[in-house]
């Protein structure tokens, strides 16, 4: 009997099934085997099953800029980090990956992270016009898209610059990546006109128009992007009258905007019962075991809500209120920033300032369990919840 008659070839639904549990950097090996195992692992159906597959809450994207010391520009970093080498030891973490990693060549912003994709905003800003374009970005397999359709505007047609925002999710319905443009209060219209782009498209199309909402920017809020969670984009929405009297704002005034990405609606959502009825300094809005997280700032107090149940809006409860007052001083205000929360552990950073510091917060106990300082120059670190995947951003 001949080897070739010996021979067996399992059915390519059954290597789906074997090779959808193998680590993702296997994985991508596997495309140099032969044409044939590049098409099957490039196959969307897998690239599903593996992602699903994977393991999740072992990552994050970190996002920081390093100062020059010479004097030069400085640099934005974007790199991948094991949660658990964070949680141990997060400075000499931090400077590995600052070492091991390379900046990248323009000072890119982390839109949003999205099933192992990131989405990358660039702009150039000139006297009389400005100009937004947007890459799609897989650190893990190296492949970057093209530049999104640019979106050019005469400054002079915004009041304020915090009129328009913008955000990046995923549309599971439709199976694409979406980048959301909050074309707000044009030349004081009082409309609102919401622009969307999908990855592959080359064009933006009017997916809605209604009243402007005044995404305003509030003193100690770092971050203005849309918050990507249950199919939708969410931003923190001011009165009307926010910008003409930012000192009069309380946090019960503020509402959550909510854009759904299918069925291309929007809705507000208000504040948790029972939030305090203080002025607002430092609220932002974030994802937290994949649930929406707003958290402020009171008397040097850090208060953090959860909303367990994205449509219910009685869902939300409060998780924690942590008083650092001990932990403030002249020298390095502290302007907190969640790196990673678990069932027992919250790690905070100190984002906004030359030398990160970070407090590790025992949610269980009330306590902080440890104190760390980072005594290189970064400036805003952030976190985003990362998993390894297999999904491309480059269209065919």
């Known amino acids: 009997m001949s080897s070739t008659q010996n021979s067996c070839v399992l059915p390519e639904n059954m290597l789906m099934e074997i090779l959808s549990w193998l680590p993702l950097k296997e994985v991508v090996q596997l495309r140099c085997v032969s044409k044939a195992w590049n098409h099957l692992v490039s196959d969307p159906a897998f690239v599903k099953l593996h992602f699903q597959r994977s393991p999740k809450n072992t990552h994050l994207l970190l996002t920081f800029v390093d100062?020059?010391?010479?004097?030069?520009?400085?640099?934005?970093?974007?790199?991948i980090c094991?949660?658990?080498?964070?949680?141990?030891?997060?400075?000499?973490?931090?400077?590995?990956?600052?070492?091991?990693?390379?900046?990248?060549?323009?000072?890119?912003?982390?839109?949003?992270?999205?099933?192992?994709?990131?989405?990358?905003?660039?702009?150039?800003?000139?006297?009389?016009?400005?100009e937004?374009?947007?890459?799609?970005?897989?650190?893990?397999?190296?492949?970057?898209s093209k530049d999104s359709p640019h979106i050019r505007f005469r400054n002079s047609d915004y009041k304020d610059v915090s009129w328009f925002r913008f955000g990046f999710g995923y549309d599971e319905w439709s199976d694409t990546y979406q980048v959301v443009f909050l074309d707000n209060n044009k030349n004081e219209s009082q409309t609102l006109e919401v622009r969307v782009w999908s990855l592959g498209d080359t064009c933006w199309r009017n997916t809605l128009t209604c009243d402007p909402v005044s995404t305003g920017y509030a003193y100690g809020s770092p971050r203005t992007f849309g918050i990507f969670v249950s199919a939708t984009l969410n931003w923190l929405a001011f009165p009307k009258f926010y910008l003409d009297n930012s000192d009069g704002v309380k946090m019960n005034q503020l509402e959550i905007f909510s854009y759904?990405?299918?069925?291309?609606?929007?809705?507000?959502?208000?504040?948790?019962?029972?939030?305090?009825?203080?002025?607002?300094?430092?609220?932002?809005?974030?994802?937290l075991k994949g649930c929406l997280c707003l958290f402020h700032h009171y008397e040097y107090n850090l208060i953090i809500w959860l909303k367990r149940e994205f449509n219910d809006e009685k869902s939300w409860s409060k998780l924690l209120t942590f008083s650092y007052q001990e932990y403030v001083n002249d020298e390095f205000p502290l302007e907190l920033s969640i790196i990673w929360e678990d069932d027992e552990v919250l790690l905070l950073a100190?984002?906004?300032i030359f030398k990160p510091r970070f407090l590790w917060y025992n949610t269980r106990y009330n306590r902080v369990d440890g104190d760390e300082r980072y005594e290189n120059d970064k400036w805003y670190l952030f976190s985003h919840e990362y998993a390894h995947s297999l999904v491309s951003p480059c269209m065919n």
């Open 67 to 79: 100062t020059a010391d010479d004097g030069a520009q400085d640099r934005n970093y974007a790199v």
């Open 82 to 130: 094991p949660i658990q080498d964070l949680l141990d030891n997060p400075s000499s973490t931090l400077e590995t990956l600052h070492r091991n990693n390379r900046p990248f060549n323009r000072s890119y912003t982390v839109l949003g992270v999205c099933n192992g994709l990131v989405c990358l905003q660039d702009s150039s800003t000139e006297e009389v016009f400005s």
């Open 132 to 144: 937004y374009w947007f890459r799609i970005w897989n650190p893990a397999i190296r492949a970057m």
């Open 260 to 287: 759904h990405l299918k069925d291309e609606t929007c809705r507000y959502f208000p504040m948790p019962d029972g939030i305090l009825e203080v002025y607002v300094y430092g609220p932002e809005i974030e994802v």
């Open 350 to 352: 100190n984002t906004c």
